[in-house]
């Protein structure tokens, strides 16, 4: 019996002391889903990438000028030659935050795929795939 109470204590420590590292993702099957439902596919060359302070401390805005290198698909009738925006927010997370990850930054003159949704309101494209607007699982 002195060893079980030994047992439970040194595996709440060890839960303890490990905690603050774990990370929940989304599996990817979620971003694949995410993938398949984004109303623009694109293949695109950054161009340009700002980012700028916002109220928020822990928060900064992102906008992204692409040039479209290859259409996949476009609800808003993008031809491959055209330069598009695409603006986001990225967080800072405190150590141990538990969640889907962030939006990627790409570089400049970074060739990347983009899964991208399109807004009637705007001539602005915004992530349509979480953490995967900019890669792909191939």
């Known amino acids: 019996m002195k060893y079980a109470h030994t047992f439970w204590v040194i595996t709440i420590m060890w839960g303890a002391i490990l905690r603050p590292t774990v990370q929940a993702e989304l599996p990817p099957s979620a971003y694949e889903q995410m993938q398949q439902k984004a109303s623009d596919v694109f293949r695109i060359n950054v161009l340009q990438v700002m980012k700028s302070a916002t109220d928020d401390p822990h928060k900064t805005e992102i906008r992204l000028v692409a ?17 598009i925006t695409i603006r986001y927010f990225v967080t800072a997370h405190p150590p141990g935050w538990a969640g889907p990850g962030e939006v990627s930054i790409p570089d400049e003159g970074a060739e990347v795929p983009a899964f991208l949704s399109s807004s009637p309101d705007s001539t602005d494209y915004t992530p349509a795939a979480g953490a995967m607007t900019f890669s792909t699982f191939r």
């Open 67 to 83: 040039d479209v290198i290859k259409v996949g698909r476009s609800v808003a009738k993008i031809r491959a030659g055209e330069l």
